[in-house]
C-alpha cells in the first residue's frame, strides 16, 4: 500500500523529499522530509485551513494543489482519498526578479 | 430600593406596558405627592410615570452584593451538585460526538498534480504585488468622525 503510494512521488522531477500523511500521522516519509513531523504538522494545518476557502456559492476547495514557495525550493501539497501528499521540490526557474 | 412606593397589587407585571397610557386613572403615589404640591397635574402623571418605570426596574434588578447568603442544606448542596454535573455531562457528550471536517480529495490523481510544472516566478511577483496593494488599501480605512457619538438627551 505505502509502495503505491510512494512510488508515484519518487519520480516526481526534481523532488528532495516527501510526506504522504493521513488524520492519524505520518504513513510514509522520504528525502529531505524523512521523518519531518513538524514539518508534516504544520503542512496539515496550513492545508486545512486552505480547504476551508470558498470561491462564490461553491461547495469544494477551488484549488487542486498548494504551493508553499520559497527561493529554492517548494512545497507542493495535495489532498487524495483522505491522505495529504507533500513533494519539496527544487525551485530550478531563473527568471530576473523586477524589483 | 430607594422609593417608598409599595405595592400591594397582584398584576401580572409581564403584559404591563413600559410607559402607562396616560389617560389611565391612577392613584398619585407616595413619592411624587411630595413632590407634585406645588406642580401642575401634567407634572404629577409624568412624575407617575417615572416612578413606575423606576420601581419596575428595582423590581427587576438583581442585587448581588445586598443578598444576605443563606447557606445550602448540605442534601440541597449534594442535589444541585448531581443535577449540575448531569448537564454538564449531557453536553460534553454532544461535543465529543462532533467529528473534525473529513478531509475534502482536491484530485485523484496526487502524483501528476503534484509532478505538474511550478507555480512560475512571474505569477509569484503579481500575486505580491496584489497583496502588497491590498494590505496598503486596508491600511488605509479609517474612521471619519463627523458627529458626537454620544449626545445628551433634551427633555423639553
Redesign the interface.
Known amino acids: 500500500m505505502t509502495t503505491a503510494l510512494t512510488q508515484?512521488?519518487e519520480?516526481?522531477?526534481d523532488q528532495i523529499g516527501y510526506l504522504v500523511i493521513s488524520?492519524e500521522g505520518v504513513l510514509a516519509s522520504a528525502g529531505e522530509l524523512e521523518n519531518d513531523e513538524h514539518t508534516a504538522g504544520v503542512i496539515m494545518q496550513m492545508v486545512?485551513t486552505a480547504?476551508r476557502f470558498r470561491l462564490h456559492g461553491t461547495a469544494?476547495?477551488p484549488?487542486?494543489?498548494m504551493?508553499v514557495?520559497f527561493e529554492d525550493y517548494?512545497y507542493?501539497v495535495?489532498?487524495?482519498?483522505?491522505?495529504?501528499?507533500v513533494?519539496k521540490?527544487q525551485?530550478n526557474?531563473r527568471?530576473p526578479?523586477?524589483v | 430600593m430607594g422609593c417608598c412606593f409599595s405595592t400591594g397589587s397582584n398584576q401580572d407585571d409581564s403584559k404591563k406596558p413600559l410607559i402607562p397610557d396616560p389617560n389611565l386613572d391612577r392613584k398619585p403615589t407616595n413619592c411624587s405627592d411630595r413632590n407634585a404640591d406645588s406642580l401642575s397635574s401634567s407634572r404629577t402623571n409624568e412624575q407617575d410615570l417615572h416612578a413606575a418605570i423606576v420601581q419596575r426596574t428595582a423590581l427587576n434588578i438583581i442585587d448581588v452584593s445586598a443578598v444576605i447568603s443563606q447557606g445550602l442544606e448540605q442534601h440541597e448542596y449534594m442535589d444541585r451538585a448531581r443535577q449540575y454535573s448531569t448537564k454538564v455531562g449531557v453536553l460534553n457528550r454532544t461535543w465529543s460526538q462532533k467529528k473534525p471536517v473529513p478531509l475534502p480529495s482536491l484530485s485523484s490523481q496526487p502524483h501528476q498534480v503534484l509532478a505538474a510544472d511550478l507555480v512560475s516566478n512571474a505569477d509569484v511577483q503579481q500575486v505580491s504585488k496584489i497583496a502588497a496593494y491590498a494590505y496598503s488599501a486596508i491600511s488605509q480605512i479609517k474612521v471619519d468622525a463627523k458627529e458626537e457619538l454620544v449626545v445628551q438627551f433634551a427633555i423639553p
Open positions: 508515484g512521488l519520480r516526481i522531477p488524520e486545512r480547504c469544494e476547495p484549488f487542486k494543489r504551493s514557495m517548494v507542493a495535495t489532498i487524495s482519498g483522505q491522505k495529504v501528499f513533494v521540490r525551485n526557474q527568471e526578479v523586477i
